[in-house]
Structure formats: C-alpha cells, structure tokens
C-alpha cells in the first residue's frame, strides 16, 4: 500500500454501525471518531472500516479508548442536494487486507 497513514488516538464515541444492502448480501460499515491531543492543537479524524476483521475488533471499543488505527487516507464528495454544491471529507479507510485497528487501552481519566 503505498498511501498509508497510523493515527494513534482516544475515541470521541462508541463506535457506529451502518450496514448497505448489496446483491449478494450486506456490507456493514463500522465508522470511529479519534481525537488526536498534543500540547498545541486537538484534531479529530473520521475511521471508516469495511475490512470484517478490523470491523469485529472495532465494535469491540468503547468511549475513551486509545486507539491504533492503520489504512489509506480518502477523499470523499458528493454534491448537496438542497444547495447544489459540491462538498467532501477527508477520512481514513481501513480496507480488506490493508488496515488494522487495535486497542491501547482505557485513557486515563481527568485530574479532578
């Protein structure tokens, strides 16, 4: 693979399960939201898996989690039906065969 992208962060939500009827069967889509912290900035990134394996280990996650996540960064667009523009979204897929999602544990909670 040569576009490939590791992001290692702490999970916004429970991960969320989408599925698509196609001929022959259903394909799930398991879709995260990691944030991303250093002392400067916070990024958030969309993970979208389709890979069954990953996908399994995926539901498995919860809030708070820290995560690895390996695959292909994408670029998503479609054209707004009520506007008539055309927007996009730049997300990483884990595909069949080239990604990988792994648990790092529970992060630590806030001081209070």
Do not use: C, Y
């Amino acid at each position: 693979m040569t576009n490939r992208v590791t992001i290692t962060g702490t999970l916004v939500d429970d991960p969320k399960i989408r599925s698509f009827e196609q001929k022959g069967g259903t394909i799930e889509i398991v879709s995260l939201w990691l944030e991303v912290k250093d002392e400067h900035r916070t990024d958030r990134f969309t993970v979208e898996i389709n890979d069954g394996k990953a996908a399994s280990a995926a539901k498995a996650l919860t809030k708070g989690v820290t995560a690895e996540v390996s695959g292909k960064l994408r670029h998503d667009r479609w054209k707004d039906k009520g506007t008539g523009r055309w927007t996009g979204k730049v997300f990483v897929a884990v595909d069949p065969g080239e990604g990988a999602i792994k648990s790092l544990g529970k992060a630590n909670a806030a001081a209070a």
